[in-house]
């Protein structure tokens, strides 16, 4: 294995995100739901996040709550008002899991920004705010969705030059609007960079399988950037992720 994979490797073996869903305030209210605690958050304990959403997902509204709370759960502040006000809104427009499932298997099926559009004004109507509403996506298909937010495209704005260089003429990824504007959320107006952020994961997956020996997905690129760039207040960054 190349130096160049064995860093992508660490990247990924490194990646922790704990969460513990016990602490939604209103938990209460959904018995059976909100009892899942990602002691370490690896890659291994997210995988069983993640497959056990897909289990349920068509069926039961709940997981689709959890997974807001659950990205939501760094941001101590909002992440109790905003599943909430979810929760609320969707039980006054009368929406079911299986209208989120079959929005969210349509994008996977036919991506593209109207259809993801369709999907995300299924939980905020109103709403130009794309980070969260593209977690389910990476959670529906993690083979080839990754996820998307504001810690990658600040990754993907600082490195960028250096992997689109190295895959002249591969998957090339887009600058994103955010955070070279006042925005301090990925929109819409961000969508080619998303389109890029996908394709470039999916290229990233198949080159670091090849490398590694190792099955990678597009959620799993994701999952290094995510670790490799680092949390607020970290020197950035963290990890160098050099091109293959």
């Known amino acids: 294995m190349t130096d160049a994979a064995k860093r992508w490797q660490r990247a990924l073996n490194g990646y922790s995100y704990q969460v513990d869903l016990t602490q939604f305030a209103d938990k209460d209210q959904f018995s059976g739901w909100f009892n899942c605690i990602l002691g ?11 497959d056990r959403f897909r289990g349920d997902a068509e069926r039961h509204i709940e997981v689709w709550y959890e997974v807001v709370f659950w990205k939501l759960y760094g ?5 109790d008002r905003h599943t909430c006000k979810l929760i609320s809104d969707l039980g006054d427009r009368g929406t ?5 499932w079959r929005a969210g298997s349509n994008f996977i099926q036919c991506p593209s920004k109207k259809s993801f559009r369709s999907f995300q004004r299924l939980l905020w109507p109103q709403s130009q705010v794309i ?16 996820m998307v937010d504001t810690r990658v495209a600040k990754w993907v704005a600082a490195n960028m030059d250096q992997p689109n260089s190295a895959n002249a003429g591969e998957s090339q990824l887009e600058r994103p609007v955010f955070p070279n504007n006042k925005a301090t959320v990925l929109t819409f107006s961000d969508w ?5 952020w996908i394709r470039w994961c999916r290229m990233m997956a198949t080159k670091l399988g090849e490398a590694t020996g190792v099955a ?18 970290e020197a950035h960054p963290v990890i160098s992720l050099p091109p293959l």
């Open 40 to 50: 370490t958050g690896n890659r291994d304990e997210t995988i069983g996040f993640e």
């Open 75 to 79: 941001t101590k502040v909002w992440r």
């Open 96 to 100: 079911t899991a299986a209208d989120l």
């Open 131 to 146: 980070a969260i509403a593209a977690t389910f996506p990476a959670f529906l298909a993690p083979d080839r969705f990754p």
């Open 192 to 196: 080619p960079f998303v389109e890029s």
């Open 216 to 233: 990678w997905r597009a959620r799993d690129v994701e999952m290094a950037v995510f670790h490799a760039w680092g949390g607020k207040g």
